[in-house]
């Protein structure tokens, strides 16, 4: 791997879609995670642009990781970069799986190739019945107090923007969502495989998916960049904008580049 630094709270090892019109260039692609709508990417959007086209994939509609990719596949143009946060992450892995030629560019945000253990595979059944029972609203309450860094929970602009794309997505497409999640394959064997350019960026305040999860991906996919954003949890792109923002516009002109 290669060690870059240079911004304030980052360290950095290397080793139907929603579409926004764009000049020509790249075309981007972003995944939400679990219960997060488009707006996930919002701080994120006008910077993409900047290389070309951008859009947002919809996995509201299916309950297999391997729907979603395939959905994915089928509206997105012939080549384009790839970006996946926490369950988007999982659906870029299985995107690799399908069509690996098709992509150009790779960014795995605050997810894992790892499959849910016995305790993340019991806390979702948890989830699932809570929502079966009618508690979604408190079950999205809830679940916030563990998304963020510790230093940033007791803040309310992100409380507001987590309901807010969680009762977007609302709780039938989380239940088909949970169910995807917990049914995904183990995405390690195929990580050496990886040969576009790739980032892999993490908070290191991340209690959900830890950090050892990044440094397990970058180490096995050749020439990946690691990114360890400092306080930061599982919502780094909004609780560092502009560490994420470094990284991610680092592998867009990575890409260019090489293009």
Known sequence: MWLLEGFPGLSVACPSLLGIMAPPGLHTVF????????????????????????????????????????????????????????????????????????????????????????????????????????????????????????????????????????HEVGAEAFMSQLDAVMARPDSRPGLVSITCPTAVIHGTGDRLITPDNAAETADAIPGAVLTLVDRAGHMLPQEQPVAAHAALTALLDRVTASS
């Open 31 to 166: 995944i939400p995670g679990l219960l997060c709508s488009a707006r996930l990417y919002d701080p994120h959007l006008p910077a993409a642009r900047t290389h070309g086209a951008v859009t947002v994939a919809d996995r509201r509609r299916d309950d297999t990781i391997h729907g979603m990719a395939a959905r994915l596949l089928d509206d997105a143009p012939k080549r384009f970069v790839l970006v996946g946060l926490s369950m988007g992450g999982y659906v870029a892995h299985e995107v690799m799986r399908q069509a690996p030629d098709r992509v150009i560019g790779l960014a795995l945000i605050s997810t894992s190739a790892r499959p849910d253990s016995a305790e993340q595979l019991d806390n979702r059944q948890g989830q699932r019945q809570a929502v079966l029972d009618g508690r979604f609203d408190e079950l999205v309450e809830a679940v916030f107090s563990v998304l963020p860094d510790p230093v940033n929970v007791a803040d309310e602009h992100l409380r507001a923007w987590w309901r807010l794309m969680a």
